[in-house]
């Protein structure tokens, strides 16, 4: 069976330092809010080219809090809605939601990415901010849609939970926007062993709001300014996405060899490959395949060994949860539900080998419908 993801495989590929480095925090009886953790910011900092990195202890609440940080400092006013791409994961769309404010779906472009144009159909009076997601670990469209939003004094904050070091212009995604979000779950491409997260920005204003509203809304213990949750990247994971962190560079470009191979060797009308097999701006968290004939492609590769997953089966639009609470007259985003319809995710990671990857393509080209 060639593996989705073998989790633990890439994690014994960074021994002895991890294990090492998980000891130096048992040992050292400081478990959160300690040396790792400033440690582990100021590096991510510089990785992305931002100023500054509050460490949190998931995505979700990468997002959320950055959305209420940019609300509070900007005093949008209740029913504010956040332009969110209709393909993406749930994530991107309940965090606006938890915020206190309404998701508006937009539809997404051939690359399942946010654009000026799908945004500018859904865009209103009430819109204070967009999300755009880095799906699948290609940026989104950072340039035309910065000076999109800035014509409209839109807040933008980057969904950057895909897409660890992936670059446009030789400038990392997460230092784009006023603000971005991103994901340490053990799957992502920088993965923690356990949860974690972080809100990147060059505000620091907005990275002292985040930080106040992530603990308890104090800056200085039992004082509480303002009600906020409680929402840390613990010593644990910063310790471990330290050791994680240094090798990041060539794990990306370990992916890009394996969809670069994937783009060589499969040949099969039934299927396209992403991007038109352009593989030079991704970093491939997701190898995302399209194919009309997805779910019997996805059969057919099981019967051969090979394990697949959808991202995702249904678009936003779709999910039961936020059906009802979305922002009205939102229109039908068909690409995203083509997406929806359409996609099929082969393995792909730092260590899958240049045989597991001709497998792979193999077992697609004998694909017939
Ligand atoms: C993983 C992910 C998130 C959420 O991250 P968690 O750490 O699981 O909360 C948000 N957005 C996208 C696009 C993701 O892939």
Redesign the pocket.
């Known amino acids: 069976m060639i593996n989705f993801l073998p989790l633990q495989q890439i994690n014994a590929s960074f021994e002895p330092e991890l294990s090492a480095a998980v000891q130096r925090v048992v040992r050292s009886g400081w478990y959160l809010r300690g040396e790792e953790t400033r440690c582990f910011e100021a590096e991510f900092a510089r990785y992305i080219g931002v100023r500054h990195v509050v460490g949190v202890g998931?995505?979700?609440?990468?997002?959320t809090l950055a959305l209420q940080a940019a609300a509070q400092k900007q005093a949008w006013a209740p029913g504010s809605e956040v332009i969110v791409p209709a393909m993406?994961?749930v994530?991107?769309a309940e965090?606006v939601l938890r915020a206190g404010f309404v998701p508006r779906f937009a539809d997404v472009d051939d690359r399942a990415l946010l654009t000026p144009e799908t945004a500018e159909a859904v865009v209103s009076e009430r819109t204070r901010a967009i999300v755009p997601?880095?799906?699948y670990g290609h940026p989104a469209p950072m340039t035309d849609l910065m000076a999109w939003a800035a014509e409209r004094g839109l807040f933008v904050l980057e969904?950057a939970?895909?897409a660890h070091g992936a670059q446009i212009d030789g400038r990392n995604v997460g230092s784009w926007g006023h603000a971005a979000?991103f994901?340490?779950?053990p799957?992502?491409n920088l993965g923690a062993l356990g949860?974690?997260?972080a809100v990147a920005t060059a505000d620091g204003e907005l990275a002292e709001r985040v930080r106040l509203l992530a603990n308890y809304g104090a800056r200085e213990k039992y004082v509480h300014e303002v009600a906020g949750v409680n929402s840390r990247l613990d010593e644990l994971q910063a310790a471990a996405l330290r050791v994680k962190l240094r090798r990041l560079d060539a794990d990306n470009e370990a992916r890009r060899g394996v969809a670069r191979r994937y783009a060589e060797k499969i040949c099969n009308p039934c299927v396209s490959l992403p991007y038109g097999g352009d593989a030079a701006q991704s970093v491939f968290?997701i190898y995302p395949l399209r194919s009309p004939h997805r779910d019997a492609l996805m059969r057919h590769l099981a019967a051969h060994h090979v394990e697949t997953l959808i991202h995702y089966p249904i678009a936003l639009p779709d999910q039961p949860a936020l059906r009802a609470v979305a922002a009205p007259f939102s229109p039908s985003a068909p690409v995203a539900r083509q997406w929806a319809a359409e996609e099929l995710s082969l393995p792909i990671s730092p260590l899958l080998t240049e045989r597991e990857t001709d497998a792979v393509a193999d077992a697609i080209n004998s694909f017939q419908p």
Request: glycine residues 14%; aromatic residues 12%; proline residues 0%.
């Open positions: 998931n995505g979700l609440d990468a997002l993406t994961f994530a991107t965090a997601v880095h799906l969904d939970a895909q979000a994901s340490f779950y799957g992502k949860d974690g997260g968290h």
